[in-house]
C-alpha cells in the first residue's frame, strides 16, 4: 500500500512491482443537469479526474447505477449510460462492467482503476513554500447547478460549465508530470479552498489572490443573489479558520469554497517551472491556465488577499 485515506488523497495506491502501481477510485452523484447524456459525461469526467490527479492513466472502469426503475423510463437511463460510454471512450478506458441498484434517486458514477509509476505519483504531500499554485478550470459549477435546479437559470445558461465539467483532466496531468510538479488535487466538493487545505502539511501554508480566481459566467451574479447550494454554505462555514483580507466580501468567500462538479486540477508548481507549465497547459487545451497564488512557510494558514501573486 502506498496511498490510503489516511492523507485525503484522490485515489487508493497499491504497488504491484517496482515500476508499477494501481491506483483506484469511486465517484457518483445525482443529477447536476436535465440533459441525461450530459449527466453521464460529466459523471465520468469526475470519477476520471481522481486519477489523473494521482498521474495515473486510466485502464478499465466498472459503472455504478441507482436507478428509480418505478418513476424514470430505461430510455433515460440508456442516455445517461451513453454519456458515460463517451467519456471513458476518450479517456480509451473501456466500461468492463459494473453493478446497479432499484434506488428512490438516480445516481450515476464510475469505479476507476489506473495505472501510474511508483516514483511519479502527484500525491497531496509534496507542496513546498514558494512552489506557485494553477488551477486548471473555473470554479462555479455548484452555484450553476443550483440555479439549474431552482429555474434562475435554463439549461443553454449552462453550456459552457457543462464543457468545463466534461472535459478531462489528462491533459493537464500530462502538463504537470513534464514539468515536474510537486503535488496535485482536484477541485471537487470541498471547494477550491478545502481541497487546499489538504494540500497543506508540515510547515505549508497558503496565500490565494481572488482576482486571478477564474469562475463561470453569471456566478458572481448568482451568488450575490444568494443562489448556492447547501455544500457550499457548509464549506464556508467549514473555513472559519481562513485568514480573509480586507474587501473580499461574501461573493468572493462563497465562489473560493463553492461545491464543485469535476473541477480542474490544482497543482503545486515549482518557481523555475512555473512559465513552461503554463505554456504546457495552453498547448494542452486545459479550460483555464490560471495562477492563483502561492505557498508559503506559514504553517496551515491560508490568506486570501488581493494583490501579490
Known amino acids: 500500500m502506498l496511498v490510503d485515506a489516511t492523507t485525503r488523497d484522490d485515489a487508493a495506491v497499491y504497488r504491484l512491482d ?4 494501481l491506483v483506484a477510485t469511486v465517484d457518483f452523484f445525482t443529477p447536476v443537469v436535465d440533459d441525461a447524456r450530459a449527466w453521464g459525461r460529466i459523471a465520468a469526467a469526475n470519477a476520471l479526474s481522481d486519477l489523473y490527479a494521482m498521474g495515473a492513466t486510466p485502464l478499465f472502469a466498472l459503472s455504478l447505477v441507482g436507478w428509480p426503475r ?5 430510455e433515460i437511463l440508456g442516455e445517461v449510460l451513453d454519456g458515460l460510454s463517451e467519456t471513458t471512450g476518450r479517456a480509451r478506458c ?3 462492467g459494473g453493478h446497479s441498484i432499484d434506488a428512490l434517486e438516480p445516481h450515476v458514477g464510475l469505479a476507476a482503476i489506473g495505472e501510474a509509476h511508483p516514483d511519479r505519483l502527484l ?10 499554485i494553477v488551477l486548471t478550470k473555473p470554479l462555479g459549477t455548484g452555484i450553476l447547478s443550483t440555479a439549474l435546479k431552482r429555474g434562475t ?26 514539468h515536474h510538479v510537486h503535488t496535485a488535487t482536484d477541485v471537487t466538493g470541498f471547494g477550491l479552498l478545502g481541497h487546499l487545505g489538504n494540500l497543506l502539511h508540515g510547515d505549508v ?4 489572490n481572488p482576482s486571478r480566481v477564474p469562475c463561470l459566467p453569471r ?3 448568482l451568488a450575490a443573489a444568494g443562489v448556492v447550494p447547501g455544500g457550499t454554505e457548509r464549506n464556508l462555514a467549514a473555513a472559519e479558520a481562513v485568514q480573509w483580507g480586507s474587501g473580499i466580501d461574501r461573493v468572493d468567500r462563497l465562489i473560493l469554497t463553492d461545491a464543485q462538479t469535476s473541477g480542474g486540477l490544482l497543482l503545486a508548481v515549482p518557481a523555475r517551472e512555473i512559465d513552461a507549465l503554463l ?11 490560471a495562477l492563483i497564488g502561492e505557498f508559503t512557510d506559514e504553517p496551515g494558514v491560508i490568506r486570501v488577499e488581493r494583490g501579490g501573486s
Request: aromatic share 2%; glycine share 8%; proline share 6%.
Open 18 to 21: 517496482a515500476s508499477r502501481a
Open 70 to 74: 418505478d418513476s424514470l423510463p430505461w
Open 94 to 96: 473501456p466500461i468492463l
Open 123 to 132: 500525491t497531496n504531500r509534496g507542496a513546498r513554500p514558494g512552489d506557485r
Open 153 to 178: 437559470v435554463s439549461e443553454a445558461d449552462l453550456t459552457e460549465a457543462v464543457d468545463s465539467m466534461t472535459a478531462l483532466n489528462a491533459g493537464a496531468m500530462r502538463a504537470a508530470l513534464e
Open 205 to 208: 501554508g497558503a496565500t490565494i
Open 219 to 221: 456566478v458572481r451574479e
Open 279 to 289: 505554456d504546457a497547459l495552453r498547448r494542452e487545451g486545459t479550460p483555464t491556465q
